[in-house]
């Protein structure tokens, strides 16, 4: 029983990493209607920063994890600017495909620039384990569980009560009115990048403190499975993605424990196969009627 | 984008004017190739590519016909191509035939699963769209590819006449080499004449309805669904087919091979080739299977230089620019 | 027998009740008019009869057979053929092309011939480009097939969305709003094409149209929608003079 629930704890912690990266890509899914392929990325070029301003400039903590978060989503921006927004009116197959191109050219500057043997980092979460009667939860999925819940609560309170938020939504919703009710499209859309980016960043810095070493591609895994627990909760829906986030996370955590560890991807593919077939839009997608 | 029309002026007969051009062309290519190959004109490095660019023709020219001209997007393709490397694999493993037979039947048998597989996944799944099919698809090679990566395969006897078995994680080794020019080149000439004639025929139509309107298509008394699971089929059986003949082409295979971003890149052939251009996916897959080798010269930085190289493209694609080039030209 | 029997026919899309308790019938060889204001639910009515949507009650059925729970490609099959408000061609397709697509159920061939290309795709081929071509005659179209249907301008777009649903001879034509975004000039020419549509190819024809006028210069029968209820139905001239259409339409 204790190591069901601990297996559980895992799931929760991982899943709540892959809600924060699903975030990103719901987001800019529901306002650029693009499958950003390269947001997985993003939490390499976060945990490569980190590692950059630790061990290497040997600046503070709390300084690095600030400077890293900024340069991630600067950085997303950037690459909407230069890559996606000549593709506004493209088809969507363009532009997933320059996304790839995106993907590779991160994967790849990084590989030059770190070479692809795995670097050593540690952890910079210092927090001891919490006992619960027989249950131990490690420092690092505490600190997982109320960072990932603080970011989540911000986003939906930024969403729901900000100007900029109402904008988010109404671009979402029509970018075309959203226009002509003198909504700055351009600026939302950058807007939605620096946040997803944001959150990635801190996926990356979360992700590298659980497994504590750096490679070029260790985020397309996590950003293919991100994708997919986006795509479960429902694409554009935001707690939709938390929902697939977590739910993705101990699927994986219980397959892998009590299946087969070889397996779990299939499982974990397999349940969004199910549940897309019963509900195609996804556990909280909005069902709609093809107007005819 | 652009879009090659099907069926625009029907010859009367098998035996026409274009044919006979394109039998010549294709007799002449192969007059050169082998020259280039027996004179060692080619060098090795160019000489060990004639598999994989035949080979991704298959598969970049099998995924237009669901992607071109059935208008959906597929992120799996390297599932089937996987599925149709491991059972051929393990057919000329294990067989006894001889050689030329041995790898005929593999071929067939790796096509026919693969097709088989491209069934059985495609009933369920395509009834879904857009994104949610391509990340479905991709789920599928990922399913593929852990499952082949759990089975204990079968690989010939040892000397004292036992099976081997082997766990799919570590690969299949042994693998007899029948694929050379010859043979890579005939299944390919093969693979493009029976996609080109399906797309002359009805069944191109039929796609090309379903890619521009399936609710007209249904209108019209086309059971979109039933011609959906058909190209998939086709699609896959040719993935197959691309599979058995990479599969013999070096002595050992490892299921990685055959992971999401072998299906992307035989995307990325589609779509740089242009979508329904089989001619435009033929010349995408041997460029870029061909570009990276020429930019090995720079090593290190090949893969960097084709990452812009494609996000260069895709933009210049859809630039004003591309625009009015096209317009000055005409 | 009636052609088409329609009773009490009723959808609900959530809360919404958007066709409800709609009974009509239409004779072989009619020119049945179905018209109201904009969204009174003439179009989801199509859309019912199509297989489209599926009716929450009701039945459908053409020449006595139910067609409710049929595929939309199997009702076409019974002989339902059916244009789009907001034209539906194949636009990447050549003209000729658009009508062979639907020439497909009645030339069919198999895979292995079309991979083979036998005698027999010749020859099958070479027929459906005779067959298609008669219909593209019928509307003035012969001289475009082989230009793509999306360079075609508005007026003969909607034609040729015509002659495809024609080209599955279909016992019912359903029309959806023909004449939608043509000039007078083109109305009257549309409506003379289609009186003699239904004259050539001996079939049913069941338009929609929220033009009054036109719809009462040809059609023999009408029904008049409103919030998804019949309002009113008989010959037009009677139809016209009802008090509830005239408030439907112009308000009290």
């Known amino acids: 029983m204790t190591n069901v629930i601990e297996q ?94 995106v993907s590779f050219f991160l994967q790849n500057a990084s590989l030059l620039i770190f070479s692809a043997n795995p670097i050593k980092f540690e952890s910079i979460i210092k927090v001891n384990a919490v006992h619960i009667g027989n249950v131990s939860i490690a420092g690092i999925t505490i600190v997982t569980f109320i960072v990932t819940s603080i970011a989540m609560v911000l986003l939906t309170s930024f969403i729901k009560y900000t100007k900029t938020g109402y904008a988010m939504r109404a671009v979402s919703e029509d970018k075309g009115a959203a226009q002509l009710m003198g909504i700055n499209v351009n600026r939302t859309i950058s807007i939605t990048f620096a946040i997803g980016s944001l959150l990635a960043a801190i996926a990356g810095i979360l992700f590298l403190s659980q497994y504590q070493s750096l490679k070029p591609t260790m985020g397309a895994l996590p950003g293919i499975k991100a994708f997919v627990a986006a795509v479960l909760g429902g694409i554009g829906s935001i707690p939709g993605a938390m929902l697939g986030g977590l739910a993705l996370g101990v699927i994986e955590s219980i397959s892998k424990a009590y299946i087969s560890s070889q397996l779990s991807d299939a499982i974990v593919f397999s349940v969004l196969i199910l549940v897309l077939l019963v509900k195609p839009t996804g556990l909280l997608g909005k069902n709609f009627i093809e107007k005819v | 984008m652009k879009k090659e029309n099907t069926n625009k002026n029907i010859s009367k007969k098998v035996t026409n004017k274009k044919n006979i051009v394109s039998l010549v062309l294709i007799i002449a290519v192969y007059i050169l190739l082998a020259v280039l190959v027996e004179n060692k004109i080619l060098n090795r490095q160019f000489r060990s590519m004639i598999v994989p660019i035949g080979a991704n023709i298959m598969l970049a020219v099998s995924l237009n016909l669901v992607t071109g001209f059935l208008g959906e997007l597929s992120l799996g393709h390297a599932g089937f191509m996987a599925i149709g490397a491991f059972t051929g694999a393990v057919f000329t493993l294990n067989s006894n035939l001889p050689g030329l037979l041995e790898f005929i039947l593999a071929i067939l048998i790796g096509g026919i699963v693969a097709g088989l597989f491209g069934f059985l996944i495609g009933v369920p799944v395509l009834r879904l769209k857009g994104d949610y099919l391509a990340i479905v698809t991709l789920g599928f090679g990922e399913i593929i590819r852990s499952i082949i990566n759990s089975i204990n395969f079968p690989s010939g006897l040892d000397p004292e006449g036992v099976r081997i078995m082997r766990k799919g994680t570590m690969g299949l080794t042994g693998i007899e080499i029948y694929s050379n020019y010859t043979w890579i080149y005939i299944a390919t000439v093969i693979t493009i004449i029976v996609i080109v004639n399906i797309v002359n025929s009805r069944f191109g139509r039929i796609m090309c309805s379903i890619r521009d309107n399936d609710i007209a298509s249904e209108s019209i008394g086309i059971n979109v669904s039933k011609y959906k699971v058909i190209t998939f089929v086709i699609a896959a059986f040719f993935a197959g087919v691309a599979g058995v003949i990479y599969a013999h082409n070096f002595a050992i295979m490892m299921p990685t091979e055959f992971d999401y971003n072998r299906s992307i890149n035989i995307l990325v052939f589609v779509v740089l080739g242009g979508m329904g251009s089989i001619r435009g996916s033929i010349i995408a897959a041997i460029l870029l299977t061909v570009l990276p080798e020429f930019l090995r010269e720079t090593s290190q930085y090949r893969m960097l230089i084709y990452s812009i190289l494609l996000i260069g493209m895709m933009i210049f694609n859809n630039s004003d620019l591309k625009h009015k080039l096209i317009k000055k030209k005409a | 027998m009636a052609l088409l029997e329609v009773k009490n026919l009723g959808v609900s899309f959530g809360g919404l009740r958007a066709v409800d308790e709609v009974d009509f019938h239409i004779e072989e060889g009619q020119l049945y008019g179905l018209i109201g204001p904009n969204g009174a639910g003439k179009t989801t009515i199509f859309n019912l009869l199509t297989g489209v949507y599926q009716p929450t009650e009701g039945t459908i059925s053409i020449n006595g057979e139910n067609i409710i729970g049929k595929k939309t490609s199997d009702i076409n099959l019974v002989g339902l053929g059916r244009t789009f408000q907001n034209i539906r061609l194949f636009h990447n397709m050549t003209v000729l092309d658009n009508i062979k697509t639907a020439l497909d159920n009645q030339y069919k061939y198999s895979l292995l011939t079309s991979i083979l290309k036998t005698p027999k795709y010749f020859a099958i081929e070479e027929e459906m480009d005779r067959e298609a071509i008669k219909y593209l005659e019928v509307f003035g179209l012969a001289d475009q097939a082989d230009i793509l249907a999306s360079n075609l301008s508005y007026g003969p777009q909607r034609k040729l969305e015509i002659a495809r649903a024609l080209a599955t001879k279909p016992k019912l034509l359903l029309l959806d709003e023909p004449a939608a975004g043509m000039n007078p000039n083109e109305t009257v020419e549309l409506m003379n094409t289609i009186k003699l549509v239904r004259d050539r190819f001996k079939i049913t024809i069941l338009l929609i149209e929220h033009d009054m006028k036109l719809v009462s210069g040809i059609c023999e029968e009408i029904f008049v929608l409103n919030f998804g209820r019949e309002l009113a139905k008989g010959i037009p001239s009677e139809v016209l003079k009802n008090q509830a259409v005239i408030t439907a339409y112009l308000g009290e």
């Open chain 1, 8 to 101: 559980l704890i895992n799931g929760l912690r991982t899943g709540s990493i892959y809600a924060l990266i699903a975030l990103g890509y719901t987001m800019v899914y529901g306002i650029a209607k693009m499958i950003n392929f390269a947001h997985g990325d993003i939490i390499m070029v976060g945990a490569y920063l980190l590692y950059v301003f630790i061990d290497i400039f040997k600046l503070p903590i709390i300084l690095s994890v600030v400077l890293t978060i900024v340069m991630c989503s600067l950085i997303g921006v950037f690459i909407e600017k230069v890559a996606y927004k000549p593709l506004r009116k493209a088809a969507p197959l363009s532009v997933l495909i320059t996304a790839i191109g």
